[in-house]
């Protein structure tokens, strides 16, 4: 594709509910990046791909936040017993290279969550 | 302490103005990345910059590796350069396999009236 894409765009979830968050890479992106965005502020670091492996997952605030990328392309992001501290923006990123970079990365749109 | 820290906040500009918006961070970096994000939108990436200085139409960053600063400006502002400016790093010096990952600046939202 053309660029990252994520779906869905907004996501309205009652407090408890589990949802997923769906991301597309840039097709060939080895690394692939999870940040969270709390409204007003800069983004988080929650967690990192490189192809299928999580090498890095210690920005996950909780255990009910999981992450995969089983084949190395398309990630999900897991958000179980869903709370309303969990209302963000949620963005994905790409890009090229292995870690040791740097290398530009490329967000998709985000996920809004909205947790009531 | 964050590692990353930007001002101003907020900045507001009359169109044609020429707007500077400053980086400082606390750590060992290999790259500093500046970062535009609409009101609703996704983000783009400006800049990613190691030395020196870059240059991209009307933007201009640049970085003080010693000095641990890097400053974006924008001449000849423009009401669609009306966005959240952030300030990123890269490339902390350990082992950890994301090296690459970003650590964020809390933006400056520019606001430019014509």
Same mark, same amino acid.
């Given at each position: 594709?053309?660029? @990252? *894409?994520?779906?869905?765009?907004?996501?309205?979830?009652?407090?408890?509910?589990?949802?997923?968050?769906?991301?597309?890479?840039?097709?060939?992106?080895?690394?692939?990046?999870?940040? %969270?965005?709390?409204?007003?502020?800069? /983004?988080?670091?929650?967690?990192?791909? %490189?192809?299928?492996?999580?090498?890095?997952?210690?920005?996950?605030?909780?255990?009910?936040?999981?992450?995969?990328? /089983?084949?190395?392309?398309? =990630?999900?992001? +897991?958000?179980?017993?869903?709370?309303?501290?969990?209302?963000?923006?949620?963005?994905?990123?790409? *890009?090229?290279g292995?870690?040791g970079g740097p290398y530009?990365?490329?967000?998709?749109?985000?996920?809004?969550?909205?947790?009531? | 302490?964050? $590692? @990353?820290?930007?001002? /101003?906040?907020?900045?507001?500009?009359?169109?044609?103005?020429?707007?500077?918006?400053?980086?400082?961070? *606390?750590?060992?970096?290999?790259?500093?990345?500046?970062?535009? %994000?609409?009101?609703?939108?996704?983000?783009?990436?400006?800049?990613?910059? =190691?030395?020196?200085?870059?240059?991209?139409?009307?933007?201009?960053?640049?970085?003080?590796?010693? $000095? +641990?600063?890097?400053?974006?400006?924008?001449?000849?502002?423009? /009401?669609?350069?009306?966005? @959240?400016?952030?300030?990123?790093?890269s490339g902390?010096?350990?082992?950890?396999?994301?090296?690459n990952?970003?650590?964020?600046?809390?933006?400056?939202?520019?606001? @430019? +009236?014509?």
């Amino acid at each position: 594709g053309a660029g @990252v *894409s994520q779906s869905p765009r907004y996501k309205v979830a009652k407090r408890g509910q589990d949802v997923a968050l769906r991301c597309d890479p840039i097709s060939g992106h080895v690394s692939l990046f999870w940040y %969270q965005q709390a409204l007003g502020q800069g /983004p988080e670091f929650l967690t990192y791909f %490189q192809n299928e492996a999580q090498l890095d997952k210690s920005g996950l605030p909780s255990d009910r936040f999981f992450a995969e990328r /089983p084949e190395g392309s398309v =990630s999900t992001l +897991k958000i179980q017993r869903t709370q309303q501290e969990d209302s963000a923006v949620y963005l994905c990123a790409s *890009s090229y290279g292995l870690a040791g970079g740097p290398y530009e990365q490329y967000f998709g749109p985000g996920t809004r969550l909205t947790v009531t | 302490k964050n $590692e @990353v820290e930007q001002s /101003p906040q907020n900045l507001t500009a009359q169109e044609g103005e020429f707007i500077t918006i400053n980086c400082s961070y *606390s750590v060992g970096i290999s790259a500093l990345h500046w970062l535009q %994000q609409h009101p609703g939108g996704g983000i783009v990436s400006l800049f990613m910059l =190691s030395s020196g200085k870059k240059k991209h139409g009307r933007l201009i960053a640049t970085i003080n590796i010693q $000095e +641990k600063h890097s400053s974006l400006h924008i001449t000849a502002s423009h /009401p669609r350069d009306s966005a @959240v400016y952030i300030c990123a790093i890269s490339g902390y010096l350990t082992p950890k396999a994301a090296g690459n990952k970003l650590t964020f600046g809390g933006g400056t939202r520019v606001l @430019v +009236k014509p």
